[in-house]
């Protein structure tokens, strides 16, 4: 497939460019490469090429809760928002904590996925805080350990992990919340700051990261962690970014953690523009309005992620699209050691569309973004060296 005349991300920065995608592993960019032989010509004249867009943080539900959402729906949902690679998150039924069900959970992905999909393993057995699983056996299988949803509460607990962690050279992605504060922001950085303390008084490193930031304080927190030396990443969601706890309509605005206030989201922003913030993940949580009416948190966020930061932070110049795809793909690439395909997003600036919750491949319609205006689109995902979604007008 020869995609031509485009202008192609590479190393940091665009140029008008062709790109020959010669196999799932292999292509070759350069200016005019006519001559080559293919069967697929594609005219790309005002689009953008960027590396596939990667998503650390997804929910896709199945096993055990296939009525929200499945591998196969999830997968095409990522497609659709031009993710080429994904990382699932273990709170499904039954939990990866161990072998067995890492391997079952690996041929439902061989089988339906459309995209890469990677597993995250537990860090505690059923994700229930006490007992660590055997994280030198799961670690060839899973891309990282998380007990998503849940925090890991005891220090005791924490502090093996981390042990293993830098033992076998493995990702913490933890889900900071200090279960004995009611304050969502006060919960976020106490833990938060409980296991930053960890890594220093045990003085090893491993990869730590932190998932969904989302309040000032937290922010203060890392940056000087970072500052000091701690080996330390983390993610925030697009929703933490353009939205605040006085746009809350309904309960689709809702999720764990909560949105902020003003000061929040401006921090967050911050944090983006001067690299405290490494990811840009969407934490796609889909539920079924029924289950969202009865206090069920979290929204999705693969089909808006891309147009929604680039509206929000491209558009309005507050960084470049350079940037945008660093938080989006390069660098959730670098940090979790995702496999490099022939993976990429085409993306048109000039589309303009409403976001339109029926439309998306996704089972949930649990969106924040519904009825509002985006800039951009993606318009062609190709995932190891394929189309395997394109915007059809
Ligand atoms: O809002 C959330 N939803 N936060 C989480 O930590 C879990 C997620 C889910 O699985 O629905
Ligand atoms: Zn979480």
């Not at 995250?120 to 007990?147: P, W």
């Not at 509460?153 to 042990?163: F, G, N, Q, R, T």
């Not at 200090?178 to 490193?205: A, F, G, N, T, V």
């Amino acid at each position: 497939m020869l995609l031509r005349n485009a202008y192609l991300y590479k190393d940091g920065s665009f140029s008008s460019s062709d790109l020959f995608v010669i196999n799932d592993k292999q292509w070759i960019a350069g200016k005019n490469l006519s001559s080559v032989k293919t069967d697929a010509v594609i005219d790309l004249s005002g689009k953008y090429i960027i590396p596939g867009l990667v998503d650390v943080h997804v929910h896709l539900r199945e096993p055990g809760f296939e009525y929200k959402e499945t591998i196969l729906s999830g997968t095409e949902s990522g497609a659709a928002g031009g993710f080429t690679s994904i990382c699932a998150m273990p709170n499904v039924n039954p939990a990866p904590d161990k072998i067995d069900n890492i391997r079952r959970i690996q041929d439902i992905i061989d089988k339906d996925a459309c995209i890469n999909v990677y597993q995250y393993g537990c860090i505690t057995e059923g994700r229930l805080g006490q007992d660590l699983v055997d994280t030198e056996k799961l670690k060839d299988y899973v891309i990282a350990f998380s007990d998503d949803g849940n925090p890991v509460e005891s220090d005791l607990v924490m502090k093996k992990m981390i042990k293993q962690a830098s033992l076998h050279d493995c990702i913490i992605a933890a889900h900071c919340e200090d279960m004995s504060y009611k304050d969502p922001k006060m919960s976020e950085y106490m833990h938060i700051k409980r296991d930053l303390d960890l890594l220093k008084e045990m003085d090893i490193s491993c990869r730590y990261h932190i998932c969904h930031v989302s309040s000032k304080k937290s922010i203060e927190l890392i940056r000087k962690a970072k500052k000091e030396g701690i080996k330390v990443t983390c993610e925030t969601a697009p929703h933490y970014l353009i939205f605040t706890k006085d746009d809350v309509l309904s309960e689709n605005y809702m999720m764990n953690p909560p949105l902020g206030d003003e000061e929040d989201r401006k921090a967050l922003i911050q944090a983006v523009c001067d690299g405290t913030i490494d990811i840009i993940a969407t934490d796609h949580a889909p539920h079924t309005n029924e289950d969202k009416k009865n206090g069920a948190m979290g929204v999705i966020g693969m089909e808006t992620a891309f147009s929604s930061m680039y509206t929000h932070l491209v558009k309005t110049g507050i960084i470049a699209l350079e940037k945008l795809v660093e938080l989006m793909s390069i660098n959730p690439s670098k940090i979790f050691r995702i496999p490099q395909y022939s993976d990429f997003t085409v993306l048109d600036l000039d589309e303009e569309y409403t976001v339109k919750a029926d439309n998306f491949l996704s089972m949930g319609r649990n969106t924040p973004f519904e009825g509002m205006k985006m800039n951009s689109r993606v318009i062609k995902t190709i995932c190891k060296g394929k189309i395997i979604w394109e915007y059809i007008q």
